[in-house]
């Protein structure tokens, strides 16, 4: 059974630019939730989604955004980057009520220079 | 709000030693309780959990109780290898609508041969 995929791994971006992240999660998982992880903040939630609903969202401007498509895969945004969002970027997938524990991928690492 | 605290570390071991690591939380509702662990460059996996009171997770010899009296998951294991030299995160989160993982900072577990 193939595991969260997240892609790309690394990423190196420039003060100013956007990025665009993808996360597909475990076949019949249809929620998804992202988190940053800073070695100063820790691990912080991003949103979640699931049906392509967000039902979720954790204190972040609003320059990080996602969404979700019909086949469950994710995407999330960052627009205007600054030097501080460089971290840890992942990517969770779960059955609808999270009991079960919530499944995470390797992660997209971020270095905005 | 909701929120974990974790020990702090980092934390150093001799193989076959005895590792406790405490956790304890703040929650509103009914939470349920995981342990993550994170090893270097790698996402975060699922430990171990636990949903309800008086409930013990364990998996590959580690084991949580959850305590509802204490506000506690502590994480045991005992008698660590060099293999088991990770980060370790406490989390909860409150079904059925959270739909969110809280963490804790992480303990950085170093097992010495």
């Known amino acids: 059974k193939a595991g969260v995929t997240q892609t790309p791994r690394y990423l190196i971006k420039t003060r100013g630019q956007q990025v665009t992240l993808s996360c597909s999660p475990i076949?019949?998982?249809?929620?998804v939730s992202w988190y940053q992880q800073t070695p100063g903040q820790g691990l912080q939630f991003l949103f979640e989604?699931?049906?392509?609903?967000?039902?979720n969202k954790g204190n972040f401007p609003g320059r990080f955004s996602g969404r979700q498509f019909s086949n469950s895969r994710s995407e999330m945004n960052v627009s205007t980057l600054e030097l501080g969002d460089s971290a840890l970027y992942l990517c969770?997938?779960?059955?609808?009520?999270?009991?079960?524990?919530?499944?995470f991928g390797s992660g997209t690492r971020l270095t905005v220079v | 709000g909701d929120s974990v605290t974790q020990m702090e570390g980092p934390v150093t071991l001799s193989e076959e030693a005895f590792l406790t690591i405490n956790c304890t939380y703040t929650?509103?509702?009914?939470?349920?309780l995981f342990w993550y662990v994170q090893y270097p460059g790698e996402g975060l996996q699922l430990l171990l959990k636990?949903?309800?009171?008086?409930d013990k997770g364990s998996n590959k010899g580690f084991e949580a109780t959850y305590r509802k009296e204490t506000t506690s998951f502590h994480l045991e294991k005992g008698s660590v290898q060099v293999s088991d030299s990770a980060v370790y995160f406490c989390?909860?989160?409150?079904?059925?609508?959270?739909?969110?993982?809280?963490f804790g900072a992480g303990t950085t577990v170093t097992v010495r041969a």
């Open positions: 929650a509103t509702g009914y939470p349920s």
């Open positions: 989604y699931f049906s392509e609903t967000q039902r």
């Open positions: 636990a949903t309800k009171a008086d």
């Open positions: 076949s019949g998982h249809r929620s």
């Open positions: 989390a909860l989160s409150i079904p059925p609508n959270d739909y969110k993982l809280s």
């Open positions: 969770a997938s779960s059955t609808p009520g999270g009991d079960y524990g919530y499944t």
